[in-house]
């Protein structure tokens, strides 16, 4: 009988691994600027997606399914507190992609403004052209 959340897990991971290949390739051998920008943005994701993951605490008790970070009773006995400490996902990964996306948003915003700004004054985005211009 196949393990379909080890398999899933295994689809995970090498997704990730082809993101960060093919988010590295466009970064560094992709002459456009506008190419640059899209693998910067892959890689971002990437790395937003990885950070979730390793929050995620599915290979912990893989028979019991993990609960959201939030207790729901008013007066948490010990029992409720452990439960809590041993399934509930961890919250800080969360909210550091969540300030993560709006930086990166933010990132992106300026070097696509700068882009334009290239394009502009040089009439091409492609940085090997840009290299051989003077002034």
Partial sequence: MIDVNAFLFSVLVFSLIMNLGISLYGIFWRPSLVK???AL???GDTANVL???VGYRAWIAPNRPPIPPVLT???PTA???SKFSSLAVDPLPQALVLTAVVIGLAVTVF???LTIQVYRL???T???KIAKLKG
Avoid: E, S
């Fill in 36 to 38: 640059k920008i899209i």
């Fill in 41 to 43: 943005t892959i890689l």
């Fill in 51 to 53: 950070a979730i993951v």
């Fill in 73 to 75: 009773t008013w007066k």
């Fill in 79 to 81: 029992t409720d507190l």
């Fill in 111 to 113: 070097l696509v403004f």
């Fill in 122 to 124: 040089h009439g091409t």
């Fill in 126 to 128: 492609d940085v090997r």
